[in-house]
């Protein structure tokens, strides 16, 4: 496990912060409440097995915690990955992103009393968004339905919300963590990516993309969720970031998908991550020189659509 240090030496920002107004804006209307942030303690690692035997002692547990599945044609998985749900809990949100096959049928049958949401827009970052307001739990809990995470793991997360901590992330890149499935270029790509964000906000994540992640309800109207496709899993790893929440990561396995193709692309969904990460980075002399950088792109793109609108020919012509 890994304590994130944001803001000053052992001290997390005091909020509250102004929630984003890109989240939820129909879901919380007026001024989210005043919440203390915890303080923050200098980071440090502790092995996988003494966060077992710590979950193993805790008693039962009196908040109400759901599971968020977005999951598109993946009815070969979807039992695999319901019939592990451990009994921590309480609630599964199903968000369905127009699925062409059997994946709600047998979603229903293995787990009759699912939730399941039928997306209305498309991409991963709209399915997280729409299942996040439909959930009900105290603690809210997002995996994929690939059958790449193991739901068995949720009791490490929800340990480290009942001890004080926000935003809980999983790791492959950590001491008792790994990937089955990685590629050299999506682990190098990583790399590369955990090393800016760790630059950029002073922290010391080990992994960035990730989508294995739990944290409390409280937090909502303070996560970005404006991201549409895969990039939304570090705009919300991001904006907890920028919030000054206490971050842990624990340490996870990575498995291949069960059955069928993913659907990330690596180059595509990477340059999205560098762009999402460039946007938000608006702090100290590199971020003014970022942001002024794309200002200038834009302006430029912008000032090439006029002329190209100015020199096109009449459509209708004598």
Not at 84 to 102: K, N, Q, T
Request: glycine share 10%; with cysteine.
């Amino acid at each position: 496990m890994t304590v994130q240090r944001n803001g000053e030496a052992g001290e997390g920002r005091r909020g509250p912060l102004p929630p984003s107004p890109r989240a939820f804006p129909e879901a919380f209307p007026e001024a989210f409440p005043e919440v203390p942030l915890p303080r923050v303690v200098p980071g440090r690692a502790v092995e996988r097995g003494a966060v077992e035997r710590a979950v193993a002692r805790e008693g039962p547990r009196l908040d109400k915690v759901s599971l968020v599945i977005p999951a598109m044609n993946e009815a070969t998985n979807i039992a695999w990955v319901l019939g592990h749900v451990p009994s921590c809990i309480d609630e599964v949100v199903l968000v369905d992103g127009h699925s062409r096959d059997a994946t709600v049928m047998i979603a229903q049958t293995v787990r009759p009393d699912i939730h399941v949401v039928e997306q209305v827009g498309t991409g991963k970052g709209d399915a997280l968004r729409e299942g996040f307001l439909a959930a009900t739990g105290d603690h809210i809990v997002m995996i994929d339905a690939d059958g790449s995470m193991a739901p068995d793991e949720i009791p490490h997360f929800l340990h480290f919300l009942d001890n004080g901590y926000d935003f809980v992330k999983g790791s492959r890149f950590m001491g008792g963590g790994g990937s089955r499935d990685i590629t050299r270029l999506r682990r190098s790509g990583n790399r590369v990516l955990v090393g800016m964000v760790n630059r950029m906000h002073d922290t010391v994540l080990t992994d960035l993309c990730y989508g294995y992640v739990a944290f409390h309800r409280r937090c909502l109207p303070y996560l970005d969720l404006s991201r549409p496709g895969f990039e939304v899993e570090t705009s919300l790893t991001i904006s907890a970031l920028r919030a000054g929440f206490r971050i842990a990561e624990v340490p996870s396995l990575e498995m291949p998908r069960r059955h069928g193709h993913s659907n990330l692309h690596v180059v595509r969904d990477g340059t999205r991550v560098l762009r999402t990460l460039l946007r938000e980075h608006d702090r100290g002399p590199s971020g003014r020189a970022v942001q002024q950088l794309r200002r200038l792109v834009h302006e430029r793109a912008e000032h090439r659509d006029r002329a190209s609108v100015a020199t096109a020919p009449d459509p209708v012509g004598p």
